[in-house]
């Protein structure tokens, strides 16, 4: 996800305006009952850029984000080492154990199984996906593995173009199956992509994050292989199985109007950027059409027959909510979008985003009304912690106050007939955080970097209680 200021350049860079969605409420309804069902996921998420490390080891080509420039990253850092979750992986399925979490998201990096991207596949690679999900099912731990967390190989990048290209959503399909048929008697719930919109937005028109591009030409043929490929490889996992169970994962934000400035316009802005965030993934994926504003540029990609192979059937929707955005109509950019402030005093985390549970409440709603109540599962919604290394940060109370009113947004959604099934925390160890580096810390465990030693924070204790019970408590006084 990304910070407001960068969603509303992203927005500004896709040339876009249109007109009028309603203002979004910041309430909703207090829950009735605190008590979760008792077949709810509870489960953490992660992904293997962030937490592995090991770029080098047991034959994994390099991905994007290996040869991302320092110098873009906030403390300078890389991910070489991250959580050391390479070698480290039985302690944090051990963790995953003792918060008594019953599933686990985590993501396949491409290119430790097949580095090239396409071609040879990397035996080691594949062998070390099949411990990881060997010790979760040890411990009755259930894999939730997600095949594209944005670090492409490399060389699909340099000698092909990338997402550009729309080979490579045939070369993901092949990938898909590769995983389908090693890790699929295993695994049995897979999400295709995650956070689509953030990878088309932050990798290829700000160039904050891997591959680094600024061409705001590439929203369209980006977007639309990426939707392509995720509807091929939902093909192939189904083709190399049928017990499987298959969503994917969109950051799903509410695009509201700014405050001040002319109210009509604002909204215009807001639903343009609506359209190409959310509505150019959903859409296509769950009513078979790209949004009337992002067919101008994302169409002249389109060829028969692609639309009957994105909308695929899925199983669930992964849902990461952190934040909405605001956005104000501006004359003077290209877009007419441009970023604006949330409402005066909005609590802010560690990260700068806002804090806003109506946020949840309201997505929610929208996919129970716009788009056929489909099941959903909260795949990622999570806080960071202040930028500070002062051991009484251990003490996150902030993060819990921050999960339960999260979770009391979803409940109260699932009062009004969503059909959420789980909700799983980003994340489990404080890890290394894309363009920030090491400074946000989104986990109920911290990392000592010199040593690698975690360390559980309060959050830790109280996710476990409420994975225990299913019952959320109210707020300390
Ligand atoms: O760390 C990221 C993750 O990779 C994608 N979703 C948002 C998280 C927190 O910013």
Redesign the pocket.
């Known amino acids: ?1 990304l910070t407001r200021r960068e969603l509303a350049l992203a927005a500004a860079a896709a040339g876009l305006a249109g007109c009028a969605p309603a203002y979004t409420p910041a309430t909703f309804p207090a829950v009735q009952s605190r008590q979760f069902p008792r077949d709810f996921i509870w489960g953490v998420a992660t ?1 293997a850029f ?1 937490t592995e490390g090991a770029l080098n080891v047991d034959g994994r080509g390099p991905s994007i984000w290996d040869v991302f420039p320092r110098e873009k990253i906030a403390d300078r850092s890389d991910a070489a080492v991250a959580d050391d979750s390479y070698h480290r992986y039985r302690e944090d399925v051990a963790l995953l154990q003792g918060l008594a979490a019953k599933a686990y998201r985590f993501s396949i990096a491409w290119p430790r199984v097949v580095p090239a991207g396409a071609g040879a596949i990397n035996q080691k690679g594949v062998d070390f996906y099949s411990r990881l999900v060997d010790a979760q099912l040890e411990k009755r731990i259930t894999p939730y593995a997600t095949l594209f ?2 670090d492409l190989p490399l060389a699909l990048q340099q000698q092909h173009g990338g997402w550009a290209n729309r080979d490579t959503a045939r070369r993901f399909a092949e990938y898909a199956n590769i995983v389908a048929t090693r890790l699929g008697d295993r695994v049995k719930h897979f999400c295709i992509l ?2 689509p919109s ?1 990878h088309v937005f932050a990798g290829h028109v700000l160039g904050i994050h891997a591959p680094g591009l600024t061409d705001a030409n590439l929203i369209g043929p980006v977007t639309h292989h990426l939707n392509l490929a995720q509807g091929l490889a939902i093909q192939a996992l189904r083709a190399a199985r049928s017990d499987l169970t298959i969503g994917t994962t969109l ?1 799903i934000t509410p695009s509201r109007p700014a405050h001040d400035g002319i109210a009509p316009l604002n909204e215009a802005a807001a639903k343009g950027f609506d359209a190409v965030w959310n509505g150019a993934f959903l859409d296509p994926l769950l009513k078979g059409l790209y949004p009337a504003q992002a067919r101008g540029f994302i169409e002249p990609q389109l060829r028969a027959g692609d639309m009957e192979v994105i909308r695929q059937p899925v199983d669930f929707i992964g849902a ?1 909510y ?1 934040a909405p955005a605001y956005l104000r109509f501006d004359l003077m950019s290209q877009a007419h979008i441009a970023p604006s402030d949330p409402p005066p005093n909005t609590a802010r985390d560690a ?1 700068n985003r806002e804090i806003d549970p109506a946020g949840m409440w309201q997505i929610l709603k929208r996919l129970r009304e716009e788009y056929g109540n489909p099941s959903v599962l909260i795949t ?1 919604n ?1 806080c ?1 912690d202040p930028f500070s290394d002062d051991p009484a940060i251990q003490d996150d109370r902030f993060r819990i106050d921050y999960l339960r009113r999260h979770l009391e947004a979803v409940k109260s959604a699932m009062e009004a007939g969503s059909r959420v099934a789980g909700y799983f925390h ?2 489990l160890i404080d ?1 290394w ?2 363009a920030e580096g090491y400074r ?1 810390k ?1 986990g109920f465990v911290s990392q000592d970097r010199a040593s690698s030693l975690r360390a559980t924070k309060a959050s830790y204790s109280w996710f476990k209680a409420l994975a225990m019970t299913g019952r959320l408590n109210e707020a300390q006084a």
Request: charged fraction near 15%; hydrophobic fraction near 35%; aromatic fraction near 28%.
């Open positions: 996800m992904s962030q967390h944005w995650n956070e953030v950051a990461n952190y990260f990622e999570g960071s980003w994340t890890n955080e894309w946000s989104f």
